[in-house]
């Protein structure tokens, strides 16, 4: 009797002290996936992170994250494991684009209050938090093309430094189909915003989302659930564009990702017109 309970403290503790698994790319603008004992809390510097009931969880890091993160698992039994993250450090492009419209680059005070309205419509459609975790699946990448501007670049536009570019920026026709790169659920179709013009946002589950930029046409709409691979809007030259594009953006708990660090490889031209 006294070795079967010896046996079965040593396999509870094995069992409690199960290795908590990250997978990802750990550099700025990257997303981790992470598994961990179900009914763990998970702390990503000083900031709560949902936990799924089976364990498992996202963290990312921002365009300027710092070289180091702390990750803080608190297991079910008590105990706790600290996890020190080196993050990598990375350089980014400068584009200079001139010939904009004035009123693009600095925006009239009229202009001010619906820019605010844009902003407050986005925030409110990436903050929804639930449990759903299409986020799994992993992503594809939602058009064919030329990557024609990339994350974290800094743009001057016509001569004056702006913020930092926060997606990948696909090359195309204007009505090629924009693909949703996962499963997810519509919460915004906007169609006019003063800088990215038609704007759709769709959420992945743990305050994961997806933005595209400057669209034709959407062609779904808020609340709708979406498929990974479902066309859900045409690219376009909306807003403020100096040709037809998709910006493709990732945005986790407030965090900017870069998309491209998460997209499947680009498959052929030739083999996207054949879906």
Known sequence: ???????????????????????????????????????????????????????????????????????????????KEVRKLQ?????YRIQRIDGLPERKVTPREEDQKRIRSD????KKARARQDQRIDFLQ???????????????????????????????????????PVRAPADGIVTLAHPDMFYSGATLIMDHGHGLSSTFLHLHKILVKEG????????????????????????WRMNLRGKRLDPQLLADPMISEKAENTK
């Open 138 to 176: 992993g992503f594809a990448w939602p058009a064919q093309g030329r990557i024609s501007g990339v994350y974290g670049s800094q743009r001057i536009l016509n001569g004056k430094p702006k913020w930092p570019h926060y997606g990948v920026d696909i090359a195309g026709p204007v009505g090629k």
């Open 1 to 79: 009797m006294r070795i079967s309970l010896l046996l079965l403290l040593f396999f509870s503790t094995l069992a409690s002290a199960a290795p908590v698994t990250l997978q990802g790319k750990f550099t700025q603008g990257g997303l981790i996936f992470g598994k961990t004992t179900p009914g763990a809390r998970v702390t990503h510097d000083g900031e709560p992170v949902p936990v799924s009931p089976r364990g498992d969880f996202i963290i990312g890091f921002n365009r300027n994250a710092p070289e180091q993160s702390e990750l803080v698992i608190d297991l079910p039994d008590g105990d």
């Open 87 to 91: 993050i990598a450090q990375r350089s």
């Open 119 to 122: 902003r407050e419509a986005v």
């Open 224 to 247: 709708q659930k979406v498929k990974k691979g479902q066309i859900v809007a045409e690219m376009g030259a909306s807003g403020r564009v100096t040709g037809p594009h998709l910006d």
